[in-house]
């Protein structure tokens, strides 16, 4: 064969290139191993049957009426308030639909039927002219969700719904700077959202209780005992301002 004048070069790899390379290959192999993979990057919390079970079914507000869009969005946030998603999941309740109660009837605030299958609540002012303040609102649904468990508003019925009134600031981990509020400071049922000690607890003070449809105090001291401490005193103070609380709240209930 001619000589065509051409030159044939061979490149060959030193061992400390071929290290090299190796060692490049191997650094990218384990940091595969450590990556996560793209699904689970900021991937969402898992929900379970129970998120989906433990809810509000179907919202309904009053066609009839105005700012139909405020009406949805109160019982919207009520089925998401944090505090009510709490207890829903605690007692693993579900409740088959959230409506605005007609504001007709004045001397209703909210009913319960059939134990959770359908909860009324009003959201209107009187006048028709504006909305219930969302606590007020809350208020009453907590006390219709009392009725899940217990129909007549009787010493087991307001147990609960104290309870409830409990719970739903400590579920509430948004409450008092997103921090878990004290077991001590909560709902009083008296007077909102205001934070107090529980002077029916920390006093030792005898719940309330039914006699013949009407309330009685627990107590077994005279309100015209003049022995009676200031301990005392402030615990048979909210013990009335409860039961006048709770009165008002059972007049004004339509639950069967």
């Given at each position: 064969?001619?000589?065509?004048?051409?030159?044939?070069?061979?490149?060959?790899?030193?061992?400390q290139?071929?290290a090299?390379?190796?060692?490049?290959?191997?650094?990218?192999?384990?940091?595969?191993?450590?990556?996560?993979?793209?699904s689970?990057?900021?991937?969402?919390?898992?929900?379970?049957?129970?998120?989906?079970?433990?809810?509000?079914?179907?919202?309904?507000?009053?066609?009839?009426f105005?700012?139909?869009?405020?009406?949805?969005?109160?019982?919207?946030?009520?089925?998401?308030?944090?505090?009510?998603?709490?207890?829903?999941?605690?007692?693993?309740?579900?409740?088959?639909?959230?409506?605005?109660?007609?504001?007709?009837?004045?001397?209703?605030?909210?009913?319960?039927?059939?134990?959770?299958?359908?909860?009324?609540?009003?959201?209107?002012?009187?006048?028709?002219?504006?909305?219930r303040?969302?606590?007020?609102?809350?208020?009453?649904?907590?006390?219709?969700?009392?009725?899940?468990?217990?129909?007549?508003?009787?010493?087991?019925?307001?147990?609960?719904?104290?309870?409830?009134?409990?719970?739903?600031?400590?579920?509430?981990?948004?409450?008092n700077?997103?921090?878990?509020?004290?077991?001590?400071?909560?709902?009083?049922?008296?007077?909102?959202?205001?934070?107090?000690?529980?002077?029916l607890?920390?006093?030792?003070?005898?719940l309330?209780?039914?006699?013949?449809?009407?309330?009685?105090?627990?107590?077994?001291?005279?309100?015209?005992?003049?022995?009676?401490?200031?301990?005392?005193?402030?615990?048979?103070?909210?013990?009335?301002?409860?039961?006048?609380?709770?009165?008002d709240?059972?007049?004004?209930?339509?639950?069967?």
């Open positions: 064969m001619a000589d065509s004048g051409s030159k044939l070069f061979v490149l060959g790899s030193t061992e290139d071929i090299k390379v190796q060692s490049m290959d191997k650094h990218i192999n384990e940091r595969k191993l450590f990556r996560p993979s793209p689970a990057k900021r991937s969402q919390p898992v929900r379970s049957l129970d998120d989906d079970k433990c809810t509000f079914g179907a919202i309904e507000v009053l066609p009839q105005t700012q139909q869009g405020r009406a949805r969005a109160l019982l919207e946030r009520l089925k998401q308030d944090k505090g009510i998603v709490g207890i829903m999941k605690l007692h693993k309740w579900r409740v088959g639909s959230l409506i605005e109660l007609s504001p007709a009837d004045k001397t209703l605030l909210g009913y319960n039927r059939n134990k959770g299958e359908l909860i009324a609540l009003r959201l209107r002012t009187d006048d028709l002219e504006g909305f303040h969302y606590d007020a609102i809350r208020k009453v649904l907590l006390h219709e969700l009392a009725h899940n468990v217990w129909t007549e508003h009787d010493d087991n019925f307001h147990a609960l719904n104290r309870q409830l009134n409990k719970e739903v600031q400590q579920l509430d981990w948004t409450a700077g997103g921090n878990s509020i004290s077991k001590d400071v909560f709902f009083d049922p008296a007077h909102g959202l205001t934070g107090y000690r529980d002077d607890e920390e006093h030792g003070a005898d309330p209780s039914w006699q013949g449809g009407s309330y009685v105090l627990g107590s077994g001291h005279s309100s015209a005992n003049s022995s009676l401490t200031t301990q005392e005193l402030a615990a048979r103070a909210a013990q009335l301002r409860q039961i006048a609380s709770e009165r709240e059972d007049e004004m209930c339509g639950s069967k």
